[in-house]
Every structure is written in C-alpha cells, then in structure tokens.
C-alpha cells in the first residue's frame, strides 16, 4: 500500500497528459499574434452592416418614388377617364341584306267609271245599294228606269218588220208573175225592160225595207235592254247625283262608281333609288314587293301588300320625283284571305316600304350614324375615336348600306360629339365596354334589317 501513487499524483498526471501546462507553447506565443487574430472578423462584421444598412436605405428610396409615381399614374389615369368624352356605340357586322326604299303616296282607284245612262227615262226603282259606299257584282242592278216607252216602241217595230216581210212577199209574187209573162215575150225585150218587167226595183225595195224594219227591232230591243243599268264590275259607288224618281236624260251622270278589285298607289321616290327596284316590262308581271302602312288609321303592325305595277313615265313638277306605280289587290279585304286587314281608303296618303335589290357582303346603319362627306365615327380597341371615310352604296330614309370601310365588329358612335378630333378619347356609360371592346352586348343594336 505504500507503494501506490496518491489519487492526487494521478489527475495530476492525467491532466498532464491532455491539456499543457502554464507556461508552455500556449503561453509562449508571441502577444501580438493573438490580437490580430481577433481583430479581423470584427472589421468584416461592420462592413456588412453598413452595407446592409445602405441597401434598405436605397430600397426604401426607391419604393418611395414608385408609389409617389404609381399614385401620380393613378390620378393622371383618373383625369384622362374623367376627360374622356361619353358616347353610345353600336356594334355593326357584314352581311347579305335587302335593300328597303321608303315612299309616300296617294291612293287612286285602278278602274273608275261615271254611271251614265244610254236611254232617257224616270228611274222607277232603285239598288238598296245605290248610295255612296254601296257595293256591287258585275251585272247587278244599279236602278231601273221606266220600260213603258221602249217596250210600245218595240211592239211598233216588231209591227213594222211583219208589214216590210210581207210587203216583200207580194214583190216577189207579183216577179213571179212577171216572169210567166215575159216568157211569152221572150223575143221583144231588150235586158233594160227585162229588169222592169221582172219588177227588180221593186223587189229590192221590198227588201230594204224588211232591213230596215229588222235593225229598228233590234234597236227597240237594245233600248228596253238599256232601261236596266247593272254594274259594269265588281266594284263600289263612291258618289250619287241622282235617285229614284228623277228624270235623266240619254248621258246625264247618275254616280261614280270605281273597281273593288284593286287599287294603286302613286308613290313619289328619288329618282336615284329607282335602280334598286324592279320595274316589270309586261302589265301581267309583277314587280317589287311593297309593304304599305298607315299608323295613323291602321294602327302600327297592321299593314297591306301590294307590288310595283308601273313606272310613271313623268316626274312629279315640284319635287322633281320619280313616280311609281303600286297595285294592291282586293283593297277592300273582301276576301277570305285578307280578313283581318285593313282596308285602303281612297285618297288616303299612305307610308310605303319597297324591297328591292339584294345586297351582299355589306353593313347597315341607321343614316343618323353616317356624318359628312361620307364618314362614320368609329370608337377603336384603344378606346379613341377614328373618323373613317366609307364608300355609301344607297342611302334611304331608313337605312345607309355601306359597302367599305367597315368591318365586323367595330364600334360605330351613335353619340353626336361636339368638336370631334381624330385620336380623342372616348369611353361609354359600360365600363366593361370600353376596357373590353369585344364585348358590347348592352351597346349592341340592330343596323337596320333589311
């Protein structure tokens, strides 16, 4: 037990080994070595923060000039919008469409008689029909005048034609007898006696007369025939100068009757728009149809049809109008087939929409929208105003079908806009419409069917 080591001596001797002892390699480094060692990352670390510090500093900067720009954009955006001139805009598209040209015109009767009667007499009965308005078949009685005249002047015709048929039968007995006669005188007689002793002269006195006595008859006939005045169509009595009772004379006018089959209507055009309208060359053809309406005494969707009959051959002496022609059938509706129609009154003024030509690949608009010299205001994808010059194919009351200049889709401003200039601003009461100018369907209306 004496012989082994103190615990002490031990960790002693352990520590020895591990860790140096005071005043070894340690120790004996050189002093300054050591502070430089622990100068140098401290010199870094506060070049970092420096470096830091100015970086946050320049960032701060410049998200201070953004949004004092964002904000000056912002109000400078605000300005503009609230600058900006408001419009209404209608989309337009190309297509196929009927050219319509709009008249005006008065209605005349197609056909028009004065009642005139052929023979004299009292009217002795007369149509319950026989008054203005009053409507009538083709062969109808109209009135009646007093037959007693002509029907004594027929029994004396009939009288005389029996005394002429046997006033000849006894010339051509008392020829045949002559006849006998010259037989035995056959010899002595020359051919100038012959005739006379044949009694030719007399014979063809006889016969003449008979003639004569035959056309009286007929005219007897045709006078009794004549005391019955019948319509001389289908029509309707517009006027009425005389009644039962009156005596009329051979030609005084008894009423004004006009055809219930059809009418027309003068219709005054510009002479330029008669090229889009067909205008038949044959009176059994028909021409362009036509649409006529009178809102005023028919309502606004009733209306008739009729179509172009004839061009007038004479332009109107105050407008200098072209004058066109319209037939319309069975004016009256008295037809199952037009029941529920109106019916035209003569010398009415009526409103008339002709459809003519058909037009392809083109646009219309309302003749509002088209502003001078052939130009149309167009609101672009920028939302800026572009005055386009378009080619004008024919311009009606209704519709300007343009054939250049305007594509599907585009903008056209029905707004009148004061002091227009090429490149100003524009922007519509649809906010969607004007950032998003493919999508107009609020703004979008028809062009003008045709």
């Excluded at 707004?415 to 009461?429: C, H, I, K, Q, Y």
Aim: net charge neutral; charged share 25%.
């Amino acid at each position: 037990m004496n012989e082994s080591t103190p615990p002490s001596d031990n960790r002693a001797n352990i520590r020895g080994l591990g860790e140096p002892e005071s005043g070894s390699a340690a120790e004996t480094a050189s002093p300054g070595h050591t502070q430089d060692s622990t100068k140098t990352p401290r010199k870094f670390g506060a070049l970092g923060t420096g470096l830091l510090a100015l970086l946050i500093a320049g960032l701060g900067i410049l998200l201070g000039f953004w949004f004092n720009w964002s904000e000056q954009q912002s109000k400078k955006g605000a300005a503009e919008e609230k600058s900006a001139r408001l419009v209404d805009t209608v989309k337009v598209q190309r297509k196929t469409a009927r050219v319509r040209v709009r008249g005006m015109g008065t209605v005349v009767p197609a056909r028009e008689v004065i009642i005139r009667p052929r023979v004299s007499g009292k009217i002795v009965r007369q149509s319950e029909q026989f008054v203005p308005g009053g409507r009538f078949k083709e062969g109808e009685l109209m009135v009646q005048l007093d037959r007693t005249d002509y029907r004594q002047t027929l029994r004396q015709r009939e009288s005389d034609l029996a005394q002429a048929k046997a006033n000849l039968e006894i010339r051509e007995g008392d020829q045949a007898v002559a006849r006998e006669d010259l037989k035995l005188l056959e010899g002595d007689i020359t051919g100038g006696n012959r005739d006379l002793i044949l009694r030719e002269p007399q014979v063809n006195q006889a016969k003449a007369a008979v003639k004569s006595a035959n056309a009286a008859l007929k005219q007897a006939q045709t006078d009794l025939k004549r005391a019955r005045i019948a319509a001389p169509f289908d029509g309707h009595i517009v006027s009425r100068s005389a009644s039962k009772g009156s005596n009329v004379s051979q030609g005084e006018q008894l009423a004004t009757f006009v055809g219930s089959d059809r009418y027309w209507i003068n219709v005054a055009i510009p002479v330029a728009h008669l090229r889009w309208i067909e205008i038949p060359n044959n009176p059994n053809e028909k021409g362009s149809p036509v649409r006529v309406t009178n809102e005023t005494a028919w309502g606004e969707d009733a209306y008739r049809e009729g179509y172009v009959r004839q061009l007038i051959g004479r332009l109107e002496n105050g407008s200098r109008m072209a004058q066109l022609m319209v037939a319309v059938p069975d004016p009256l509706a008295e037809h199952s087939d037009h029941n529920n129609k109106p019916s035209l009154l003569l010398g009415s003024v009526v409103d008339t929409l002709c459809r003519g030509e058909t037009m392809r690949d083109i646009v219309t608009i309302d003749p509002a929208y088209l502003r001078q010299n052939d130009t149309v205001w167009v609101m672009n994808d920028s939302n800026r105003l572009e005055i386009r010059s378009v080619s004008v194919a024919f311009e009606g009351k209704e519709n300007a079908y343009i054939e250049s200049g305007l594509e599907d889709g585009d903008r056209v401003i029905m707004t009148n806009v004061s002091s227009p200039v090429e490149g100003m601003l524009l922007r519509t009461a649809d906010k969607r419409n004007s950032s998003s100018p493919n999508d107009n369907s609020k703004n979008e209306g028809g062009a003008g069917d045709a």
